[in-house]
């Protein structure tokens, strides 16, 4: 009996070190349930959107690729240090300067924009569709309905039919954003907002990434130049916006960190940020928290313009969230999200048949079934100053929070792109030995980056779980940090 439970252990402690493996493996046993319960065919049409034998075996073959990638990494049979076998530094010797990663950065950020503006559309379109992005024109064509809503004098609220123009969409912002009509802003105006956007973000960057390490240099620059930000910039989406204004709060944190001006400021560029698209709201939970840890050093008014700002942007947008609600985006074409993953595992077509409860029981079993590897992966973060747990808790926060309530469109990604910076950069600038949170992250998010987005979909929210995740083991850790605290503050 003793032998049977040993074993029993044994094996139960072996599966949760290989997390991303025994989700697939889950996945496996719905589709065989669901395949005796209905046809083949309509199985594989749900899962790669057509009834394909080269798609179904690209998606075979891509969970194939992500189960041994996971099963010998853990098993150290793939050597993951790449330093090790090849001196970057020497093999990049003379790319490796201030003057090329600008040029570099600059290139990755703006070619698809000079592209579109100079008229090669023919280039642009087939680039774009070696991702399997199709273009739309005119060009950015989000921001270009967005800024056609507002000027529209017949959209008032959210649901409203955006009558000017000729996409058809429904207004999905916060109202407040129509207060900008009498400024009479119109799409004309689409192609100086992107430039300067654009613009802006490429000095980020560089500044951001001037002195990190070469090959992590290489690795968030390859990422500037794959699908999620092809897409995004090509649409012009507001969540361009919105990462422009995080990577301005981790460059004041990076600079600034001591400075009651720069958290105020940072809490300021999140509420706008929400005033754009909703779920930027969570990064303010983050400075409320850093600006209560360090009242002393920063005052109780520093603490109470945060909140202030906090609440204001949230009483703004709330009457907007019920009717959100009833317009929010439910179709699985090249989408990401918690509830995506259900109807793709149950054959739903959208995920209007998902509920709340099954969102918050799926989450709280993949959090099983990753507690082992993450929860080790993460103890690092128990050894970083509070100025750095904060930068991790704003972008994972603000990169799951979405990931979590709703459906979310590929480009999204991109908020993921401030988190692996601010990964690597502590990797690279710390004594910290980062190697065990990279390796369980780094491939399933690059793979996910470059897998098209309608075949490969579960493969895709599967391989995200890990990165989505440490904002939930982050908050835990930090929980268990303040109780500690106290335990000791009281003891």
């Known amino acids: 009996m003793s032998l049977a439970k040993n074993m029993l252990r044994f094996a139960r402690n072996r599966i949760l070190e290989i997390p991303l493996t025994l989700s697939f493996l889950i996945l496996l046993i719905i589709l065989l349930y669901r395949s005796r319960r209905s046809e083949l065919n309509s199985v594989v049409v749900n899962a790669v959107g057509e009834d394909s034998v080269y798609k179904t075996i690209a998606l075979a073959t891509a969970i194939f690729l992500v189960i041994f990638w996971e099963i010998f990494y ?33 290139i990755s950020i703006n070619y698809l924009f000079l592209l579109n503006v100079l008229e090669y559309r023919e280039l642009a379109t087939k680039l774009l569709s070696f991702f399997g992005i199709l273009a739309l024109y005119p060009i950015f ?92 910039t090509e649409r012009g989406n507001l969540d361009l916006f919105i990462l422009g ?36 709201l969570i990064g303010i939970v983050p400075l409320v928290y850093l600006a209560l840890r360090k009242v002393k050093r920063f005052g109780r008014s520093t603490l109470m ?57 799926l989450l ?38 979405p990931w979590v309530v709703t459906t ?17 950069k502590l990797a690279g600038q710390t004594s910290l030995d980062l190697t065990a949170i990279t390796r369980t992250i780094l491939f399933p998010t690059i793979l996910s980056y470059i897998l098209v987005f309608r075949t490969f979909a579960i493969v895709q929210n599967i391989s995200l779980i890990p990165i989505y995740l440490l904002a939930v083991f982050f908050v835990a850790r930090e929980l268990v940090e303040i109780k500690a605290h106290l335990k000791f503050r009281y003891s």
């Open 245 to 280: 204004s995080i990577l301005v709060v981790i460059l004041l944190f990076n600079n600034y960190s001591t400075s009651k001006w720069m958290l105020i400021l940072c809490a300021l560029l999140i509420s706008l940020a929400t005033l754009l698209k909703f779920y930027p």
């Open 74 to 106: 853990s098993n150290n049979l793939i050597p993951f240090g790449l330093k090790k076998r090849i001196t970057w530094k020497s093999f990049f010797v003379r790319l490796d300067n201030s003057i090329v990663r600008c040029c570099v950065i600059t």
């Open 141 to 232: 064509a989000d921001l270009r309905t967005t800024l056609l809503g507002i000027s529209c004098f017949e959209i008032n609220r959210i649901g409203d039919y955006i009558s000017c123009g000729n996409r058809g969409n429904n207004w999905t912002y916060p109202s407040i954003l129509l207060n900008l009509r009498g400024l009479d802003i119109n799409q004309d105006a689409v192609i100086p907002i992107m430039f300067a956007t654009l613009i802006s973000i490429t000095l980020i960057v560089f500044i951001l990434t001037r002195h990190i390490d070469l090959s992590h240099f290489v690795v968030l620059i390859s990422l500037l130049n794959l699908s999620p930000f092809l897409i995004v």
């Open 364 to 401: 709280v079993l993949i959090i099983f079934i990753f507690y082992k590897k993450l929860w080790a992966d993460t103890a690092f973060y128990s050894d970083l100053n509070i100025n750095n747990r904060t930068e991790l808790l704003l972008t994972s926060l603000i990169a799951t929070a």
């Open 305 to 361: 313009i945060v909140m202030t700002l906090g609440l204001v942007v949230f009483l703004i947008v709330l009457p907007d969230l019920s009717l959100l609600g009833k317009n929010k985006v439910t179709d699985l074409s090249g989408s990401i999200g918690l509830k995506n993953l259900i109807a793709l595992a149950l054959g739903h077509e959208s995920t209007k048949r998902v509920d709340a409860v099954s969102s918050l029981l």
């Open 408 to 424: 979310n469109y590929y480009y999204r990604l991109i908020l993921l792109w401030p988190l692996m910076y601010c990964l690597l």
